[in-house]
Structures are given as structure tokens and as C-alpha cells.
């Protein structure tokens, strides 16, 4: 046994326990957990495309050793499982679209959007609006915008990023968001709720159905001044896919079923759907039954 090694045993009993515990915590830190590959721990979690699934389990952190220093636990215990709570409709469809985008894959809880399941307990004691879909995280909180959601998972997993890598990508990314959700896609839906989707909403959602033709003209006025700053422009917000582009494709795609088609003479904007159109996420993101609801979303 070299020297060093017997100065270290001959120390007394504190010393060493001061010495191996910051030790124990850093490689903790990194993920180097007894029996767990580096990708599992905490840090690392943030590096990684797939969240667990419901049956994996992750081990406790750490356990007292009889001489009085912190180790590794071999005591598993279940995980909370992130979740997307998800169903038929253009908005959770935007958010798998956006998942597609980023590679990121998410257990599901399946709701029936058609038969009002999102309009009442339990989901209702989740998320008090209703709407869909939702993100559950791992410790119980449910985030249910889908701009909050994208965010998140922005956050959590940043490449590619949809939002923007830097302060002014990311402030662009949402002025854009920002512009064609209140210019465009909200007029386009409650145009929707208040006519041809009047049976489905009027009893959970206080609807205008007066407003209809004027919430309709109005989305399709601002859809010609996109249109007319689009030229030059692969997507919304210059020349990369962002939120804004997921935002309004999934709307504009689920319009174009139930009576708002887009212009013909909008040439930017029919050109740019077409290279939405195009993305294998597109396609991956429509919900299964799609066709038999007659509705893309």
C-alpha cells in the first residue's frame, strides 16, 4: 500500500469523512451514481430526447454508511412520470408537431376532446380552463398554454431551437408567436367556434355566434398582411422553422377543412404551407382518427 494511501487511513475519522463527501456529491452531480449510466443523473436529464416512461425507476439519492458519510442508495423508488396530456384538435397538435420538431418523445394520457372530457373533473381540477392539451411535470404541476408548454420543453431540451438560442432569436420567436396567434389564429377559431363549431362549443364556452363573420374576415385580412411580408421569406419570422410557423400551419391546416381555406391569390402564403406541408412532423402530428372526425387536427 503506497504511502499516500496509508496517510489518508491514518487521519482521523472526521477528516476523512470531510474528505470522501464532497467527493461523493460530485461525482453524484455528473450522473456517476452507483450502477446508472451518466445520463441518468440530474444534471444530464436535460441532454437526453426521451423522458422516462412510466415503468422506469430511478434510484434515491443517497443513504447514510455506517461510519457516517452520505454513499449512493441502492433503494429504488418510482418515478413521477412527465406526461402530455393530449388529444384530437389543432392545439395539441401543435404541441406534438413541436415535440416532432425537437425529437422529443413523451408518455400520453389520452382525453376526449369531442365527448367535453377536458370540460370537467379531474382535468378540470388540473387545468381550471378546460383547454388542451396539458403538460404534466414530474412533480405534479400542469403547465396548459401551448406557448408556456413549447417553452418549457425549449427550455429542457434547447436543440433545435424553435424559440431562439440567444435573447434576440428567442425575443423575435415570441413577437412573431405573439402577432399570429392575436392577429390571425384566434380569429380564425372563434370564427369557427361561433359558427359551423357552435354545437360542440356553445355549452362550454361562452360563445357570440354574431361574431362569426367578422372574426373570420378579420383573420383572413391579417393572413393577406403576413402574406405580403412573407416575400423573400421561407418561414414567418425570416429564414429558420420557429413556433410561429407550428402555430399557425396547425391552425391554418385544420381551417382549410371546416370552411376557411386560404386564399388562392395569398401566393407567399400558400408557397410557405406547402413547405410546412412538406415536414415529416406535419404528418406525424395529426391525431390517428383524423378522418373519421373530418377535421385535421
Do not use: H
Not at 453524484?28 to 451518466?38: D, E, R
Not at 439519492?61 to 406526461?83: D, H, N, Q, Y
Not at 367556434?193 to 355549452?203: P, Q, V
Amino acid at each position: 500500500m503506497g504511502s499516500g494511501c496509508i496517510d489518508f487511513f491514518n487521519q482521523p475519522l472526521e477528516q476523512i469523512r470531510e474528505g470522501m463527501v464532497p467527493q461523493i456529491f460530485a461525482k453524484f452531480q455528473f450522473g456517476l451514481v452507483v450502477g446508472l449510466p451518466a445520463t441518468a443523473g440530474p444534471t444530464r436529464r436535460r441532454a437526453t430526447l426521451r423522458y422516462p416512461t412510466r415503468d422506469e425507476t430511478r434510484r434515491e439519492a443517497f443513504t447514510s454508511a455506517p461510519w457516517g458519510a452520505l454513499i449512493p442508495s441502492p433503494t429504488t423508488r418510482p418515478v413521477t412520470v412527465m406526461k402530455l396530456i393530449n388529444s384530437f384538435g389543432p392545439n395539441p397538435r401543435l404541441v406534438r408537431m413541436f415535440m416532432a420538431e425537437k425529437g422529443i418523445e413523451l408518455p400520453t394520457e389520452e382525453l376526449d376532446l369531442l365527448a367535453g372530457e377536458n370540460r370537467k373533473p379531474p382535468y378540470t381540477d388540473k387545468n381550471p380552463g378546460g383547454q388542451m392539451p396539458a403538460l404534466q411535470l414530474d412533480d405534479g404541476t400542469v403547465i396548459a398554454e401551448t406557448a408556456a408548454i413549447c417553452e418549457y420543453l425549449e427550455e429542457t431540451q434547447p436543440s433545435p431551437a424553435l424559440i431562439g438560442s440567444n435573447a434576440r432569436e428567442r425575443a423575435v420567436g415570441r413577437m412573431w408567436q405573439r402577432r399570429v396567434e392575436l392577429n390571425i389564429t384566434e380569429n380564425i377559431y372563434n370564427g369557427f367556434r361561433y359558427a359551423e363549431g357552435l354545437g360542440l362549443f356553445k355549452d362550454r364556452m361562452y360563445c357570440i355566434p354574431e361574431a362569426a363573420a367578422g372574426l373570420k374576415a378579420k383573420g383572413k385580412n391579417q393572413l393577406a398582411w403576413l402574406d405580403g411580408l412573407m416575400s423573400g421569406r421561407d418561414f414567418v419570422g425570416g429564414n429558420r422553422i420557429g413556433l410561429a410557423d407550428i402555430t399557425l400551419y396547425c391552425c391554418l391546416d385544420f381551417a382549410k377543412g371546416v370552411g376557411q381555406p386560404i386564399p388562392a391569390e395569398l401566393k407567399n402564403i400558400n408557397a410557405w404551407f406547402q413547405r410546412m406541408d412538406q415536414r415529416p412532423s406535419a404528418q406525424q402530428s395529426l391525431s390517428p382518427g383524423w378522418e373519421q372526425v373530418g377535421m385535421r387536427g
